[in-house]
């Protein structure tokens, strides 16, 4: 089986997708979109992504993309224990000038550069890996936020290692692929939901609907629905899958009173690594 990732060789991405499924086959992508095109028109069979970090919050690029999506849905999930490190070609931090990563990763250890190098230019790219390689390419006044197995294939020291600003740093990653998954007792469903029209109460009444069921919400989003101003799409993950008896009642009822809903699938609770 072939599944899709972020990036090359030793990005999180990859990291996650080597504990997702040791046996498949990773295929390195350039952007998260191109991983749910190629998931969508089935030219492979699963792709990972992350969605949400515990420092950093929702990956919103890719919430967006999945809004998209038709045919793909979310089969899985696995939770990454994310610890950062300052790579460089050199020995020490005497020459470094510019530090690359991933967006999500600058993010996550910023005060430690404010702390300890407040010169340095953080440069975003599109992933860690990558961020590695081009340290490597241009020498002594580069760095990379990376692991440590990303700094090892580019030949790259570790300066210093959990620069994460959370050392509780998490971030959970979905698998997509186009099969329906089976209840296994312990799921997760997530969902999106929009109003016709924005009226007091009506947040409440989708939330009503699940407490009357004793169902758990484990998150709960907005994002602008990018239509106009005060328009906002509802982002919900909750305990159960979608087939069971209680679960089908909220979302029979959700969909009488929104103006969308997407159900983005159910899928089993995955494990923290």
């Not at 997702?20 to 998260?32: A, H, I, R």
């Amino acid at each position: 089986m072939e599944l899709g990732y972020l990036g090359p060789m030793g990005s999180y991405s990859y990291t996650a997708a080597k504990y997702y499924d040791p046996k498949s086959l990773l295929v390195g992508m350039k952007t998260f979109r191109e991983i749910i095109t190629t998931v969508e028109e089935g030219s492979i069979e699963e792709g990972i992504l992350p969605i949400e970090n515990s420092t950093e919050g929702a990956v919103t690029q890719v919430m967006d993309n999945l809004m998209e999506t038709e045919e793909s849905k979310i089969q899985g999930e696995i939770i990454l224990q994310v610890r950062h490190n300052l790579l460089t070609v050199a020995e020490d931090a005497s020459e470094l000038k510019y530090v690359l990563s991933h967006p999500q990763a600058l993010e996550q250890c910023r005060e430690f550069f404010a702390n300890q190098f407040p010169e340095v230019v953080l440069i975003p790219c599109e992933s860690s890996s990558t961020a590695c390689k081009i340290a490597k390419e241009k020498g002594i006044e580069y760095g990379a936020i990376g692991n440590i197995l990303a700094g090892e294939n580019n030949g790259l020291h570790t300066l210093y290692k959990d620069i994460q600003d959370n050392l509780n740093n998490q971030t959970r990653f979905v698998i997509i692929g186009r099969k329906n998954t089976v209840p296994t007792g312990k799921d997760k469903t997530s969902i999106a939901f929009s109003f016709h029209d924005d009226f007091p109460g009506s947040l409440h009444s989708i939330l009503k609907e699940f407490a009357e069921e004793n169902i758990n919400l484990t998150r709960i989003e907005s994002r602008p629905a990018k239509t106009e101003l005060g328009r906002y799409i509802f982002y919900v993950d909750f305990n159960g899958h979608q087939e069971d008896l209680q679960c089908k009642r909220v979302l029979n009822n959700i969909e009488k009173i929104t103006n969308k809903l997407k159900i983005f699938g159910s899928y089993p609770i995955g494990q923290i690594y």
